[in-house]
């Protein structure tokens, strides 16, 4: 299998009041062309810095990051631009829509800064939303969206410009039990649908185990890897 994403001896620490934290101990990890993988690990083993790190938005790691066969460190601050923008889409705990847009215009925007033609793009976002259910929602702004509709427009919204690789950090940590599992089997479907690959951050043993593989995290060092489900 090819891989979208190479860790390779990833490293990351910060100093506190004279003390040196190390968060991220030499992460090895790949994810293969349309894989699934979940990041499992309890609060601050570290997996919201290596998502951090894999989605290029801050520097002062140590070590190797390739996406889609793209060396990240040898990339200067354009680059890693660049590099997120096209190959990066972005679901976070929470949905971080912008409540002066509606669902369409939502999704339809980050295609646009892409240089996407408007058309198109609007027939993309609705497409996509809905495919997630949203069909009757198009119009609707972030408040007048229950929570799960929300992050269900901010799934469509990673996907809208077919990222090879899709990072997620807690995306059902903001929603009920029986929301995040309709949402996440919302996710999962779309993601391999689109034939994106997806990195996971959660917490969530049960949740975890519905996707194809997880890795866990435990105080920075990743530490074995099993089968989803």
Known sequence: MNDVLKVTELARSFTQGGVTIDVLRGVNLSVGVGEIVALLGPSGSGKSTLLQAVGLLEGGFEGSIRIGGEEAAKLDNDGRTRLRRDALGFVYQFHHLLPDFNATE???????????????????????????????????????????????????????????????????????????????AEFLRLVREEGSAALVATHNERLAHKMDRVVRLHEGVLEESSGGG
Do not use: C, F, K, Y
């Not at 980050?110 to 939303?129: G, T």
């Open 106 to 184: 939502n999704v339809v925007l980050p295609q646009v800064i892409r240089e996407a033609e408007m058309a198109p793009a609007r027939a993309r976002a609705e497409s996509l939303l809905t495919s997630l259910g949203l069909g009757h929602r198009l119009d609707h702004r972030p408040s007048q969206l229950s929570g799960g509709e929300q992050q269900r427009v901010a799934v469509a919204r990673a996907l809208a410009n077919r990222p090879a690789l899709v990072l997620a950090d807690e995306p059902t940590g903001n929603l009920d039990e029986r929301t995040a599992d309709i949402v996440l």
